[in-house]
């Protein structure tokens, strides 16, 4: 095995490592369960390391949401790259990522993450930053009342399906996923 002092230094590998490890937490114990020690022993770095790459817990979280963002908007990037419809492009990208992804439900390994990102005011912050700019892209093509709601419908069957193990009524994913997206190309 090399020694810290001969093997070479791969500072990428293990922000990624440590962003993972973090995630994987998160999920297997909620955000509680995500703290300096646990993400640091799982990803095998020292404490050290781990405040090397994020100066604190809260940084370590905020990478983890900004990572999940990223993911999101890869996603919904290429999914606007296939639809040859500019108006009202990013509202139906952005409703197939809301029905396709897999944190649609509580079984996800980003559920926790997406709910603190509703209470916790840093990760709030990104998520709204992040909604914002894509806003501001896409202001041409994606302004108004009637996508605006497209975008609150998507959100809010996210929600609904989150919580249908608690016995909230959920609607039938597949026919308001359609009708979601049919509202998106005009009156």
Not at 1 to 15: D, G, H
Not at 87 to 106: I, K, L, Q, S
């Amino acid at each position: 095995m090399a020694s810290a002092y001969n093997r070479r230094k791969q500072p990428e590998l293990i922000r990624r490592t440590l962003l993972d490890c973090a995630a994987m937490l998160a999920l297997e114990q909620g955000l509680a369960g995500v703290t300096v020690q646990a993400v640091s022993a799982a990803a095998g770095v020292t404490k050290g390391g781990l405040f090397h790459h994020f100066p604190s817990k809260q940084a370590l979280v905020e990478g983890v949401a900004a990572d999940l963002i990223e993911r999101i908007d890869a996603e919904i990037d290429a999914i606007m790259a296939r639809d040859p419809v500019p108006r009202g492009r990013f509202t139906r990208a952005y409703v197939e990522t809301t029905f396709t992804d897999p944190a649609m439900g509580p079984g996800s390994r980003w559920t926790a993450l997406y709910l603190s990102m509703i209470v916790e005011p840093g990760l709030r912050r990104l998520w709204a930053e992040w909604y914002a700019g894509r806003m501001d892209r896409h202001r041409s093509t994606d302004d108004g009342p009637t996508l605006a709601m497209v975008r609150l419908a998507a959100d809010g069957a996210w929600l609904a399906q989150l919580m249908r193990d608690d016995g909230c009524p959920t609607p039938d994913l597949v026919e308001l996923r359609a009708r979601l997206l049919a509202m998106t190309h005009g009156p």
